[in-house]
Antibody
Framework: QVTLKESGPALVKPTQTLTLTCTVS??????????VSWIRQRPGKALEWLAR???????FYSTSLKTRLSISMDTSKNHVALKMTNMDPVDTATYYC????????????WGQGTTVTVSS | SYEVTQPPSVSVSPGQTASITCSGD??????ACWYQQKPGQSPVLIIY???RRPSGIPERFSGSNSGNTATLTISGTQAMDEADYYC?????????FGGGTKLTVL
């Protein structure tokens, strides 16, 4: 069974750095064509794609947030991590990780999401 | 940066056909996907590569993409289809989501 599960702090203070982890099972992060994205959804708002790491460790970022984001992969731990610097209350959101296999195939499996609140 | 636009809301009567559009410059030259999201749940992929359905997605969901518009069509809409729907496109190697459409089944 393919699963992804997000974990991280539920509350961070403004200006802090957020680190989230996506733990995957049922598939290999290093298998050709495997891609894992981070997506967020602010309360009552649309989905917003943040970043992606591919099986070959190539990384891609949202144009608007790229200066604040860093994505990494640890195949030995089946983890994909996302770091977002200089957190602000507007970054309060549910953060999801999701898998894509192949090019242009869509995100076929999503995690349950983890809610992050930014507040002092 | 590339953008795709959806209508904020669409209403449909049970049993009728609902169409949700997604517009973007030359969107037809890219692949579009569609996701369904119900309250409190994670999104579910319902259409990929414009018109392909993942395993387990009912046949009443179909998609098309041409020119500047991708369209999600739900035939014989059921009450359980009431949800938010998001289109998604690829711009080079980055991902763009539409603003979402709330489908109401009256």
């Amino acid at each position: 069974q393919v699963t992804l599960k997000e974990s991280g702090p539920a509350l961070v203070k403004p200006t802090q750095t957020l680190t989230l982890t996506c733990t995957v099972s049922g598939f290999s992060l290093s298998a050709t064509g495997t891609r894992v994205s981070w997506i967020r959804q602010r309360p009552g708002k649309a989905l917003e794609w943040l970043a992606r790491v591919d099986w070959d460790d190539e990384k891609f970022y949202s144009t608007s947030l790229k200066t604040r984001l860093s994505i990494s992969m640890d195949t030995s731990k089946n983890h994909v991590a996302l770091k977002m610097t200089n957190m602000d209350p507007v970054d309060t959101a549910t953060y999801y990780c999701a898998r894509t296999i192949g090019r242009d195939y869509g995100m076929d499996v999503w995690g349950q999401g983890t809610t992050v609140t930014v507040s002092s | 940066s590339y953008e795709v636009t959806q209508p904020p809301s669409v209403s449909v009567s049970p049993g009728q056909t609902a169409s949700i559009t997604c517009s973007g410059d030359n969107l037809g030259d890219k692949f579009a996907c569609w996701y369904q999201q119900k309250p409190g749940q994670s999104p579910v992929l319902i259409i990929y590569q414009d018109s392909r359905r993942p395993s387990g997605i009912p046949e009443r969901f179909s998609g098309s993409n041409s020119g500047n518009t991708a369209t999600l069509t739900i035939s014989g809409t059921q009450a359980m289809d009431e949800a938010d729907y998001y289109c998604q496109a690829y711009d080079s190697s980055t991902v763009v989501f539409g603003g979402g459409t709330k489908l109401t089944v009256l």
